[in-house]
């Protein structure tokens, strides 16, 4: 009976506010949560992460992968700011599925095994996470997470001890003034020996990333792999 109401219940709120696409405003099928396929699929141009790329990576990064080029005032952007500002976290976990399934299909983590690797999403401090009320950077790595099958380092494990301000506008010096000694392996025994993916929003500069890095490397970890959605 409660499960009848509750089919009655969501075929009728289906009906009075049809699922529509947070990019193109198209209706939704059942199956899709927020990203219709077609955005999904063909919306936003790929980035470029392979060997055009300029970054250089720390010694134990093997790899890094963005899967669209971030397009300033465009509608990634936008939907990256409903995420992070909207509460949006159901469009996280649909961002981070689709880098999930590409990554997959695209053999982008063959070296990765299930077993030996886990994902950290980028933490943050828990100053900003109270206000903001989550981690977006956790609900990608949700969707991320159920498409490749490695699992998520629990919270705790990886905390974000200093509470920097926005990054955005400095140059690359100054996000690495900003950023220095910012996190710390609390649980080292939980990531000695694993193989990480660190998993992202958007990649700019790899400051933050790297920083990241520096510390799990002082955690002894094996290799590394940096995911994110985009890359400006
Ligand atoms: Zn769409």
Same mark, same amino acid.
């Given at each position: 009976?409660?499960?009848?109401? /509750?089919?009655i219940?969501?075929?009728?709120?289906?009906?009075?506010?049809?699922k529509? *696409?947070?990019? *193109?405003?198209?209706?939704?099928?059942?199956?899709?949560?927020f990203?219709?396929?077609?955005?999904?699929?063909? %919306?936003?141009?790929?980035?470029?992460?392979?060997?055009?790329?300029?970054? /250089?990576?720390?010694?134990?990064?093997?790899? $890094?992968?963005?899967?669209?080029?971030?397009?300033?005032?465009?509608?990634? #952007?936008?939907?990256?700011?409903?995420?992070?500002?909207? %509460?949006?976290?159901?469009?996280?976990?649909?961002? =981070?599925?689709?880098?999930g399934?590409?990554?997959?299909?695209?053999?982008?983590?063959?070296?990765?095994?299930?077993? !030996?690797?886990?994902?950290?999403?980028?933490?943050?401090? &828990?100053?900003? $996470?109270?206000?903001?009320?989550?981690? #977006? +950077?956790? @609900?990608?790595? !949700?969707?991320?997470?159920?498409?490749?099958?490695?699992?998520?380092?629990? $919270?705790?494990?990886?905390?974000?001890?200093?509470?920097?301000?926005t990054?955005? =506008?400095?140059?690359?010096?100054? %996000?690495?003034? /900003?950023?220095?000694?910012?996190?710390?392996?609390?649980l080292?025994?939980?990531?000695?020996?694993? &193989?990480?993916?660190?998993?992202?929003?958007?990649?700019?500069?790899?400051?933050?990333?790297?920083?990241?890095?520096?510390?799990?490397?002082? +955690?002894?970890?094996?290799?590394? @792999?940096?995911?994110?959605?985009?890359?400006?």
């Amino acid at each position: 009976m409660v499960q009848v109401l /509750n089919y009655i219940k969501s075929s009728i709120s289906e009906l009075l506010f049809p699922k529509v *696409c947070e990019i *193109c405003g198209l209706s939704l099928s059942k199956t899709q949560n927020f990203i219709c396929s077609e955005c999904a699929q063909n %919306r936003f141009e790929r980035a470029v992460t392979t060997k055009s790329d300029k970054i /250089n990576l720390p010694e134990s990064v093997i790899g $890094r992968f963005a899967l669209w080029q971030f397009d300033k005032g465009g509608y990634l #952007q936008d939907l990256l700011h409903k995420l992070k500002y909207h %509460r949006l976290t159901g469009v996280g976990e649909d961002l =981070g599925s689709i880098v999930g399934s590409v990554s997959k299909r695209e053999k982008i983590l063959e070296a990765f095994s299930t077993d !030996k690797t886990r994902i950290l999403p980028v933490p943050l401090h &828990d100053k900003k $996470r109270k206000i903001r009320g989550f981690n #977006q +950077a956790f @609900f990608i790595a !949700k969707g991320f997470s159920k498409h490749t099958g490695y699992e998520i380092l629990k $919270r705790g494990v990886v905390e974000r001890v200093k509470n920097t301000k926005t990054q955005t =506008g400095f140059s690359l010096t100054k %996000r690495r003034e /900003n950023i220095a000694d910012a996190f710390n392996v609390v649980l080292k025994e939980e990531v000695q020996g694993m &193989d990480i993916i660190i998993v992202d929003d958007v990649f700019t500069t790899g400051a933050t990333a790297f920083e990241l890095v520096t510390e799990l490397e002082r +955690a002894e970890v094996g290799k590394i @792999f940096i995911v994110t959605v985009a890359q400006a």
